[in-house]
């Protein structure tokens, strides 16, 4: 990244296009870089996932959908408080035009054949007309993918201790110099933890001294007998056969589940 994304930052283009730049950062990495971008004197352009990355850089705002690209100004926050309400009015909009279409098509169905009303009747028909020429585009909401995950059975506390362990790639490397040095601290089920620390600093080897995929050189990681552990990495799809489909990789993850169980997840 430092090759590539530092070269094009310091040589100062006229337009600048960023393509998830944060990926792959440590949090030191993205600060510096939001500060940069922040004083940044020409035209940018990034494409991104980070919401707080967005919110700190971003002015404007260009949203991709339904074929179509609309303009907004402000962070992301700004974005998606304007679209929510934009979409309100225009469902609105939308509805109002339905039940006043509803209303003048009664009529009509009520006195088509009534010879007194037949002038009414052809004004409300040619309104109906005019109506649908200028109608609001009818608002369809994407529905949000929900899917569930069960409740683990409870497991005694902690699940996971580590104690007083030691760890480095180089079996002789001095206790002193060490990566990771009298590392202390356990793991339940309500814990919630963030890992932070520079690139190199030992955050993934740190959890793959949790997983079993690591022994320290010293002091033990202890895990509860009936602990279950999933581990998802930033490298996580390298592990899928990218030749078979979604299904056959999670038959091999899973030999024991049927099809179509596995078919009810995607």
């Known amino acids: 990244w430092r090759e590539r994304g530092g070269g094009s930052l310091f040589i100062e283009p006229d337009l600048l296009l960023l393509d998830e730049p944060t990926n792959h950062l440590d949090l030191e990495a993205v600060l510096w870089l939001e500060q940069y971008l922040l004083s940044y004197r020409h035209t940018l352009v990034v494409v991104s996932h980070d919401r707080g990355f967005l919110n700190t850089v971003c002015t404007d705002v260009i949203e991709f959908?339904?074929?179509k690209l609309t303009y907004y100004k402000g962070d992301y926050d700004t974005y998606v408080k304007t679209a929510a309400d934009a979409l309100l009015n225009q469902k609105r909009l939308y509805a109002a035009y339905k039940d006043k279409r509803s209303?003048?098509?009664e009529f009509v169905d009520k006195f088509r054949f009534n010879a007194k009303r037949a002038s009414l009747v052809q004004s409300?028909?040619?309104?109906?007309?005019?109506?649908?020429?200028?109608?609001?585009?009818?608002?369809e909401v994407e529905q949000p993918w929900r899917f569930s995950i069960e409740n683990p059975e409870p497991l005694g506390i902690p699940i996971i201790e580590v104690?007083?362990?030691d760890f480095d790639y180089d079996p002789s490397t001095p206790a002193a110099s060490r990566l990771l040095r009298s590392v202390n601290f356990g793991i339940d089920l309500q814990s919630s933890i963030g890992i932070l620390g520079a690139n190199g600093a030992g955050k993934s080897t740190l959890l793959n001294l949790i997983?079993?995929?690591?022994?320290?050189?010293?002091?033990?990681?202890?895990?509860?007998g009936r602990l279950r552990i999933?581990?998802?990495?930033?490298?996580?799809s390298d592990k899928f056969d990218l030749h078979l489909s979604a299904v056959e990789n999670m038959l091999l993850s899973f030999p024991s589940a049927t099809d179509q169980s596995l078919r009810g997840w995607l």
């Open 230 to 236: 999933a581990h998802f990495t930033q490298h996580s």
């Open 103 to 105: 209303h003048m098509q």
């Open 211 to 224: 997983m079993g995929t690591l022994e320290p050189a010293k002091g033990s990681v202890k895990r509860n």
């Open 65 to 67: 959908s339904n074929h």
């Open 124 to 139: 409300r028909i040619k309104a109906i007309e005019k109506l649908d020429m200028e109608a609001p585009e009818n608002v």
């Open 163 to 165: 104690d007083d362990i």
